[in-house]
C-alpha cells in the first residue's frame, strides 16, 4: 500500500501558501494545488472557508488507496465558480433604476459565458448571444448574485426597467446591466458576484479511478447545456468515485455528471487528445448529497455501468425552465436525474421534489436497472420516466405524487418492466401510463462487461402489481391496445384502487377508477380502440344493454373498472374502495390517509430483491399490502415520508 498523508488546505490562514508543504502550520492556499499533488492514499483536508476555483485532480487513486477530498467541516467549505464583482458602476443613460458596468475580459479563461448563448443539443456548443441586436436578447451562461440570491436573466430591455432583480448584458457584450433587488440601494451596499467558471470540481484527465468527494458545498458554475455533459461537479469518466454529503446548486446547466459525457467522443473538452475516446463508468456511488437549484438538471448520466445514486436530496432542478412548452427547440435532458444507458444501475432512497421536469428519467437503455424506495413529490410533466429500452427493469416501493401537469409514471418504447409495491396519489393526469409511440428501431443494452447490445423497439412484458392507487385526477392506468410482435403479454393485477366513488362529468356509467386502452402516435386510431372493446365485451357476454355507448368512448377513451377487466383481462383481482379526504404535504413530507376498509393481502412479490418497503418495514410472507407503505390499515393514517429509514439501504452498501 502507497504511503498515505494529509495535506491541509485552509485559506484564511494567514500563513497558506501554495509553495508550502501542507501541514497545519504550513498549509496550501487552493485546493487545486494540493490536488497536483495527491497520491494515491492521500487525503486533501480543506478548512472552512470560500475557495474561488476550479480544482483539477492530477491523477486517482486505487482500490486499497483512494484520493480523499474532505471538507473539515461539512457545508463550510464553499468552492465558487464565481469572482467577486466590484467595478466602477453608474446609472444607466435612459433605463431608470438600472446600474451598468463593464466586463472585463480578463476574468474569464476559457470562454466569456456572457457572450456566449445557451446550447442544449450537441451541435453549435459555443453560439454568440453577444453583440446582438434586439429587440429580444437571447439569454447568456452568465450568473449574478447579489448578497447570495441568484437574480433572473432577461430578454428584453422593458424587463430589465420594469422588475426589480434581474440582469441582462449590453447588446454590444462590453457591460453589465442590473436592477437591484429592492431591498438593495446601491452596487456597492451589497456583494455581487458573478459566475466566470464553466467547471468547478472536474479533471482534465477522463477515467481517473477511485477518488471520493466528501462535504463541500459546490455553487456558482457558468456551464453549457449537454452534449457533451459538463456538470459543476464531473466525474470525467472515472470509476470507483464517491460522491458524498456535498451540496451542489446554482449550476447553470446539469449539477452532477457522471456519465461518458458525449457519444461523439471527438467533441468532448477539457480534455487531452489521447483521452477522446469511449470510457465507461463503472461503480461510482453518488450519496447523500443536496443537489439543488441548476438550471438544467441535477444528477445527468449518458452511459454507465453499476452506477449507485442513493438517499439524496434533488429539489428545484432546470430552474431556468428548458421545457418543450417554451415554444423553441430545446433538447429534453431536463429534471432531477436523467441518465441514458443506466446498466445495472440502482436509483435509491432519494427525495426528487419539485424539479421543472421529471423527477427521475431513465432513457434508451436501462439492463437490470431499479428505481426503489424513492420520494417523488411535485415534479413537472413526469414523476418517473422510462423511455426505449428492453431491461429487465424493477421500479418498486416509490412514493409518487403531485406530478405537475402529467402522470406519476410515464413510459413508451420500453419493454420487461416491474411495477411493484409503488403509491401514486393525485398526481395531475394518470397514475400510470404507457405507450408503444415511436418506430425508432434501435436501443441500447450493455451487459456486466460494458459491450452495447442493439434492440428493436417495442412494449412487451410489463408487470404492474400490488400498486395503491389514490387520487390521480385523470385516471389509474393507461396501457396500449395490443399489437402483435410490437405490443404484447402486459398484465396488471393485485392493485388497490382508493377513491370517493364519485361520478364524473363525462358520462354517468364512469366512476372512480378510470381505466384506458390507449392509441399513442396513431398505431391504432380511436375508432380501432373502440371497435376492440365492443367485441371484447361482446365475446365476455356483455348483453346489448350493458354495452357501453362506443361513440362516447371514441371521444373520451375511458373505461371503468369492470369494463377494463373484461376488455384487457387485466387486474381481475385487484379491488377499489373508498377514502376519507387525503393529505399530502410536500414541505414536511406528511402522508395523511382514511381508508374506509382494511387494505387486502396481496400475493408476494417474486423479485427477491423485493425485502423492504418506502419506509423500511420487513415484508413478512403472505402478509403483503398494497403501495409502498405495509402499515397502512383501516381508518386514520399518518405516514412521515423523509428522511427515509436505511435499513434497506443495506443491500445497497453490501454491492
Known sequence: MSKTRELIVDCNNPNADDANPGTSDEPVATINAAAQRAEPGDTVLVRPGVYREWVRPARGGTADAPIVYRAGERDRVIVKGSDLFEPDWARHASLDGVWTAELPEQRFTYRNPYTTGESISGEDHNPVARPHEGPEFPLTLGQVFVDGRMLTQVEFHEQLASLAGVWMVSPDGRELWLHLPDAVDEPGDAAIELSVRHRIFSPIRRGLEHLHVRGFVFEHCANQGSFPQAGAVSLRSGSHWL????????????????GMEFWKHDRIPDVVPEDQHAIMPVDNVIRANRVTDNGLCGI????????????????????????????????????????????????????????????????????????????????????????????????DNNFIAHTRMGDGFYSHDAARITVTHNTFFGNANWGLWCAWA??????????????????????????????????????????????????????????????????????????????????????????????????????????????????????????????????????????????????????????????????????????????????????????????????????????????????????????
Not at 537 to 558: I, R, V
Open 243 to 258: 460522491i458524498e454529503s456535498n451540496t451542489v446548486r446554482f449550476a447553470n446547466s446539469i449539477g452532477v455528471d457522471i
Open 438 to 655: 415511436t418506430d425508432r428501431r434501435f436501443r441500447c443494452h450493455t451487459d456486466e462487461s460494458g459491450e452495447r447490445h442493439y434492440e428493436e423497439s417495442h412494449h412487451r412484458h410489463w408487470r404492474i402489481r400490488n400498486n395503491l392507487f389514490v387520487g390521480n385526477r385523470a385516471g389509474t392506468i393507461s396501457l396500449p391496445l395490443e399489437i402483435p410482435g410490437k405490443v404484447e403479454d402486459n398484465h396488471s393485477d393485485h392493485n388497490l384502487f382508493l377513491g370517493g366513488g364519485m361520478g364524473t362529468d363525462l358520462s354517468e356509467e364512469i366512476i372512480y377508477p378510470l381505466f384506458q386502452v390507449n392509441h399513442v402516435h396513431k398505431k391504432r386510431t380511436r375508432e380501432d380502440v373502440a371497435e376492440a372493446m365492443v367485441a371484447a365485451l361482446g365475446e365476455a357476454g356483455w348483453s346489448a344493454e350493458q354495452m357501453p355507448n362506443p361513440e362516447f368512448y371514441k371521444q373520451h377513451l375511458l373505461l371503468s373498472l369492470a369494463m377494463w377487466q373484461a376488455f384487457t383481462g387485466n387486474d381481475e383481482h385487484s379491488q377499489w374502495g373508498k377514502t376519507g379526504r387525503p393529505n399530502l404535504s410536500a414541505r414536511t413530507c406528511v402522508f395523511e390517509i382514511k381508508p374506509d376498509d382494511e387494505p387486502p393481502t396481496v400475493p408476494d412479490d417474486e423479485d427477491e430483491r423485493v425485502t423492504h418497503d418506502l419506509l423500511g418495514r420487513a415484508y413478512a410472507p403472505g402478509e403483503a399490502r398494497p403501495g409502498c407503505i405495509q402499515s397502512m390499515r383501516k381508518n386514520w393514517n399518518r405516514f412521515v415520508l423523509w428522511p427515509l429509514a436505511t435499513a434497506s439501504l443495506s443491500a445497497t452498501e453490501a454491492s
Open 300 to 395: 445527468a448520466g449518458a452511459g454507465s455501468l453499476r452506477t449507485r445514486i442513493v438517499g439524496n436530496v434533488i429539489e428545484r432542478n432546470n430552474a431556468l425552465g428548458h421545457t418543450p412548452n417554451r415554444g423553441k427547440k430545446i433538447w429534453e435532458e431536463e429534471g432531477g436525474i436523467k441518465t441514458h444507458g443506466m446498466a445495472y444501475g440502482l436509483i435509491e432512497g432519494n427525495l426528487l421534489r419539485d424539479n421543472d421536469g421529471p423527477g427521475i428519467w431513465i432513457d434508451n437503455g436501462f439492463t437490470h436497472a431499479r428505481v426503489t424506495r424513492n420520494v417523488v413529490i411535485g415534479n413537472l410533466r413526469i414523476g418517473i420516466f422510462m423511455e426505449l429500452g428492453s431491461g429487465p427493469a424493477l421500479i
